[in-house]
């Protein structure tokens, strides 16, 4: 059987594939499962430094399976989509039916979504939990959800607001309308278009990965928690993520590789 996810691992890059190219990655019950499962596997991992997401096939991800959709609507017996993992929530933030999309901002490590073909709905989502996003210039986006008589519901409302205006956002939610690259580069939904977005998120990965892996935790932590916090909030946090690097291994090993003008040899753990 064909892995719905593939995950390969290179020089501190994990390389995260959706899989299910027949339907263009979109997400069925054991999608949702597998994308869950890909991105809690990699939480604790100590080789991973940056994950770079991607969508093998002709899109990055479609969204919501229309057979998940009908199981959707019929009630919680569903699982995935379902009205049940509205409901279903532990000790962490997101609900069940969020965590494919918020699983991926809660990584320690940077996240790189490289989009090419489509992201719509659910697969938009997934793309807004990266921390980058490299679009395809033919790429397009939208926020779908509406089409069905629903609202953006795996995290939308959490990653929107750290990339687009409230107007914008609501404009977007309210008529689902498509968006090709070069408008999300324009409204904020991407970090940049190129023509191989693949290529190009690996190559950021690879300069991310060259990095004190514990600098970029902490560059992450700290404009994650500090970006709609108070000045006073952010200016603590910065002296206490800094505290904890300084004169650290991996802090030493960067200022000595850059003084010898070697590249460095930092450590994962």
């Not at 399976?65 to 379902?82: E, I, V």
């Not at 690097?245 to 991996?250: S, V």
Request: charged fraction near 25%.
């Amino acid at each position: 059987m064909t892995e719905l996810v593939t995950i390969t691992h290179q020089d501190g890059i994990a390389d995260v594939r959706f899989n299910r190219v027949d339907k263009y990655n979109a997400l069925s019950p054991a999608m949702f499962e597998a994308i869950i499962a890909a991105g809690e596997s990699l939480a604790n991992d100590p080789r991973v430094r940056v994950v770079v997401l991607s969508g093998n096939g002709r899109g990055f991800c479609a969204g919501l399976d229309m057979g998940s959709f009908q199981g959707m609507a019929s009630g919680p017996r569903s699982s995935g989509g379902g009205t049940a993992a509205l409901m279903t929530r532990d000790d962490r933030p997101e609900n069940h039916a969020q965590r494919p999309a918020y699983v991926w901002k809660r990584l320690q490590v940077p996240v790189i979504a490289a989009i090419h073909g489509v992201a719509f709905g659910g697969g938009l989502q997934i793309a807004l939990g990266a921390d980058i996003r490299i679009a395809a210039p033919d790429a397009k986006l939208s926020v779908m959800e509406i089409k069905w008589g629903l609202i953006p519901d795996m995290s939308g409302s959490q990653t929107l607001r750290d990339l687009v205006g409230l107007d914008v956002a609501k404009e977007l939610t309210w008529t689902g309308r498509q968006v090709d690259a070069a408008e999300a580069r324009e409204l904020g939904l991407v970090t940049r278009v190129c023509d191989d977005p693949l290529a190009s998120a690996m190559e950021t990965a690879k300069a991310i990965a060259g990095r004190s892996p514990h600098a970029i935790r902490a560059g992450k932590q700290l404009l994650n928690q500090a970006w709609h916090g108070s000045d006073e909030a952010g200016l603590e946090l910065e002296a206490e993520l800094q505290k904890t690097l300084l004169g650290k291994p991996n802090q030493v090993e960067a200022v000595m590789a850059n003084m010898q003008k070697r590249d460095p040899k930092f450590r994962d753990v």
